[in-house]
């Protein structure tokens, strides 16, 4: 997990088969106290709805940390939507991938950071994710969204 590890400690996690996943809210209050980013290296993170017995993960909401040499957000975009052409994807799809995508730039970690923070905060207040999982669990609780990273 690397650059979330003085936080693993602190956070209350679910291990779900061989995946530990950290409760977003509790990760977004240690975050908001810490005035100091971390070094940020490329990684995936999955956030996921977890619901007594129940899992759902919310991959179209996956968040990607590219290095400073890879994927531009174009690329990106043509690679998790398979379109051979960037004017082919929806702007409404563009519109939430922009928040899940950052080219992490060694010399601009900061930014970086500010773009974890709102990708976190998007993941607790976005009124689609909200609408979607009210949709299957006929609720939506903030405290329920967990985030595994690869």
């Known amino acids: 997990m ?9 956070v209350s996690k679910v291990t779900i088969g061989k995946e530990e996943m950290l409760n977003v809210c509790e ?3 240690c975050i908001e106290t810490d005035d100091r980013p971390p070094q940020i290296e490329e990684c995936i993170a999955v956030p996921f709805y977890i619901d007594a017995a129940k899992t759902y993960e919310l991959y179209q909401y996956e968040f990607w940390i590219e290095e400073e040499n890879g994927d531009t957000f174009e690329e990106y975009m043509l690679r998790v939507t398979g379109k051979k052409n960037f004017e082919e994807i929806p702007n409404d799809i563009i519109k939430t991938r922009r928040i899940c995508f950052v080219n992490n730039i060694r010399n601009d970690q900061e930014g970086t950071w500010k773009k974890i923070k709102e990708y976190l905060d998007f993941l607790l207040h976005d009124k689609d994710i909200r609408q979607e999982i009210t949709g299957i669990f006929n609720e939506f609780e903030e405290k ?3 985030i595994s990273f690869y």
């Open 2 to 10: 690397s650059f979330l590890d003085k936080y693993f400690p602190v």
């Open 27 to 29: 990760l977004v209050r």
């Open 144 to 146: 329920k969204i967990f």
